[in-house]
Every structure is written in structure tokens, then in C-alpha cells.
């Protein structure tokens, strides 16, 4: 996670992932054109261990499923840390040039359409994903 420097000041959608074979997708989402700070601020807040607001670090901190697969208590803000650090990478695409609407739409077909059956949903409760 000590990529968050070199991430631009752009709006954009992002993925984590946990890093197996095959990678599994957590959460997917934007950084919307309102955002001053666009996928820098946006990414940056996510990854804080200890905000309130992150809904990565609440979904983490609620999966007692994802704690017992890793053997750590993701509901301390050092392991959910260190697991992120450990075990989760994400991507992100700068999307300079789209509308605070069309962003939405693309934030939504990531989420449903776009097969990668992310395991939490933003705005929403944890869902783990069948099978997992």
C-alpha cells in the first residue's frame, strides 16, 4: 500500500484485491469529479486503519468469515493494516473526462456487470461472496 503517492489528482474508479491465485475482487468504486483530490484523496481516506467513514475498513472490520480465512482479528485497525499491506493491492483508472453521472453508471456496472463479483458493495452491508 505504499503506492498512494504516485496515485494523480484525478477522478477515476479503483479495485482492490486480494492477492491470490486466482485474485479475488473486494470492492470496487469511484472517485468522482467532485472530489478536489479526486483518486489520491479517495484512496488515501480508504486506506486510513483507523477512519470511521472508510467502507473498506468497516466491511474488513465486520468479516468475521475473512478473519477466520486469515487467521487475524480484522476488527483491530494494525491487522487490518498489516493484512492490507500483506494481502490486498489495488488498480486504478484515471477517467479525467467523465460526468459525475456517467462516473455513477460505470461504478455500478463494475459492481454487477463487469463479472468481477466484488465481495463488498459501497453504501451497502458486507456480502460475501457464494461459495467463498
Known sequence: MDDIPA??????AYIFWIDEA??????????????????YERLSKILEPNNQNSELQNFLAKDTKL??????????????????????YFQYLTIPDMKEDEMKSFEEFLESEAELEPRYHANTTPRPRKGK
Open 22 to 39: 486466482p485474485p479475488r475482487c473486494l470492492l470496487v468504486g469511484i472517485a468522482s469529479p467532485k472530489l478536489e483530490d479526486g483518486l
Open 7 to 12: 496515485i494523480p489528482p484525478l477522478p477515476g
Open 67 to 88: 478473519s477466520r480465512e486469515y487467521k487475524t482479528d480484522l476488527k483491530k485497525p494494525e491487522n487490518r493494516e498489516r493484512f492490507l499491506y500483506e494481502h490486498v
